[in-house]
């Protein structure tokens, strides 16, 4: 027997997400003028982190601008942004996702 989906809007999806993975250091979310991609409903918009349902399975497309320094690199910060995002994503909803992809935008170098 199939586990029932619990459906939870994308609103709710995206920001969890971008609440939870700008917590982590290094890690910030483009705003309105930097990003290229948002979850956008009657009356608002969450620029960075798009959620998309496809053949009933989740899509997200998340946007980061990150600070590199000695022990902060694109990999480990990958891990970390992928690892946030998956448990956001499952504390609200049983949906599987399909993918969870990630494009940095922009890079800054800490000395």
């Known amino acids: 027997m199939t586990k029932p989906l619990h459906l939870i809007d ?7 997400v971008a609440k939870n993975i700008s917590l982590i250091p290094g890690v910030h979310m483009p705003s309105e003028l930097e990003a290229n991609v948002s979850t956008v409903g009657p009356g608002w ?6 959620v998309h ?8 497309e998340i946007e980061l601008i990150v600070t590199l320094n000695e022990t902060r690199s ?7 942004v992928r690892r946030k995002a998956r ?4 504390s609200l909803t049983t ?8 494009r940095i ?6 000395e």
Request: hydrophobic share 40%.
């Open 95 to 102: 949906e599987p996702i399909r993918q969870l992809n990630l």
């Open 10 to 16: 994308e609103r709710q999806i995206a920001d969890a």
């Open 74 to 80: 694109i990999p480990t910060i990958s891990t970390r």
């Open 105 to 110: 935008t922009d890079i800054f170098i800490e």
């Open 87 to 90: 448990t956001s994503i499952q």
């Open 45 to 50: 918009r969450v620029w960075g982190i798009g």
């Open 53 to 60: 349902r496809v053949a009933g399975e989740l899509e997200i």
